[in-house]
């Protein structure tokens, strides 16, 4: 596992900040443009957008000294982007950080700019598996795979309680790509989990279920998921606490909110172990495995052992089906993996002063 160097650390480091400075600074699309347009005399502002069709919306008077600081900080910002774009391309090109395929890269940031992040969504699986390459600082040989869906997850209570919303889901999805549509959910035909396109690409919600089995076949109400319900999973409230931010490679940048690296290797471990035995399952186990255990070699490149291992032992201690179910994770792990994979989590709960009743050698064989 080859650690990413330094000068590229601080490059992602700032792309990350300057993409989150861009997105809180702006109300405004920087597709589009400010304007003065004169009327009767005087000038006024208007943001003009071509895209996908003309449209023109009035902003206030030229003269007005707010309405023109509010214009100078919206240039910056777009002079700012073509510098963005050159760090976007110089670490993907230089430092070989991965980022996804253009049309996910477009879904999660139409969704971005939506507010999914500012109403605290997470972006969970393989895309947000992609963006750990830049945020750990090494070169992950799993950040290119490619996905044929987006996952967001949501708290229920956070959405029920924030007294705010995304627009209209599939119009924001459709804006990316008109051919999406609503699919309604198996057991609740009347509430919308997930949306596909005609290429079937799925952009599906998600909610943590932490109360009985039996609301894991039913949507679950989100208010501020713009006309959009959340498939309740359970093992999802562990994955998405205390999330990160982050940057995606996608062209200027796109800030967004990802499980913590550990959480996500941990997570992987326990929801291997729950893939059916299928084809599908099979493939998805694989992939589940293969993503933890690259995560477990960054995290001890980085020296970031401990965070794991603390991690670790909080799932450990959530009863004995998450030790069992960790445990079947880890003996998916092929043999060299699964062996180093003990070695650095044992010592690393070491450090952390963390006795774990029944984790041994002998407990993954």
Do not use: C
Not at 10 to 19: I, K, V
Not at 69 to 96: C, H, M, Y
């Amino acid at each position: 596992m080859k650690t990413v160097d330094l000068m590229y650390r601080t490059m992602f480091a700032e792309l990350a900040q300057r993409s989150l400075d861009a997105s809180f600074e702006t109300d405004f699309s920087t597709s589009g443009n400010f304007v003065r347009v004169p009327v009767k005399g005087r000038y006024y502002w208007y943001f003009e957008e071509t895209q996908p069709k003309k449209t023109r919306k009035y902003v206030g008077p030229a003269d007005d000294p707010e309405i023109a600081r509010r214009v100078e900080s919206f240039q910056n910002i777009k002079d700012d982007l073509r510098g963005r774009r050159k760090l976007v391309s110089t670490l993907i090109r230089e430092a070989g950080l991965a980022g996804p395929d253009r049309f996910t890269g477009d879904v999660v940031a139409a969704t971005g700019a939506a507010g999914i992040f500012r109403l605290r969504g997470v972006l969970v699986g393989t895309v947000a598996f992609q963006t750990y390459a830049g945020h750990l600082g090494v070169r992950l040989p799993g950040a290119s795979l490619q996905t044929g869906d987006a996952d967001f997850a949501l708290h229920y209570s956070v959405s029920s309680t924030v007294e705010d919303s995304l627009p209209p889901v599939i119009d924001i999805l459709k804006s990316v790509d008109a051919s999406f549509r609503a699919i309604p959910h198996r057991s609740d035909p009347h509430r919308i989990t997930q949306f596909e396109n005609a290429a079937r690409y799925r952009v599906e919600f998600l909610t943590p279920n932490r109360g009985s089995d039996d609301y894991a076949d039913h949507a679950s109400p989100m208010p501020a998921l713009g006309g959009a319900a959340a498939q309740p999973l359970r093992f999802l409230d562990f994955l998405i606490h205390e999330p990160v931010r982050t940057v995606m490679l996608h062209r200027s940048g796109v800030p967004v909110i990802v499980p913590s690296p550990e959480r996500y290797a941990v997570h992987k471990l326990i929801v291997a172990s729950r893939r059916q035995s299928d084809v599908n399952g099979i493939a998805k186990r694989e992939k589940d495995v293969y993503e933890a255990s690259l995560l477990i070699e960054a995290l001890e490149a980085t020296r970031r052992q401990e965070e794991l291992a603390e991690v670790f032992a909080e799932a450990w201690g959530r009863g004995q089906s998450w030790r069992a179910a960790i445990q079947k994770g880890l003996s998916l792990l092929p043999e060299k993996r699964k062996a180093a994979a003990v070695l650095s989590l044992g010592d690393a709960l070491s450090s952390i002063g963390a006795e774990l009743e029944g984790f041994t050698d002998a407990a993954v064989k």
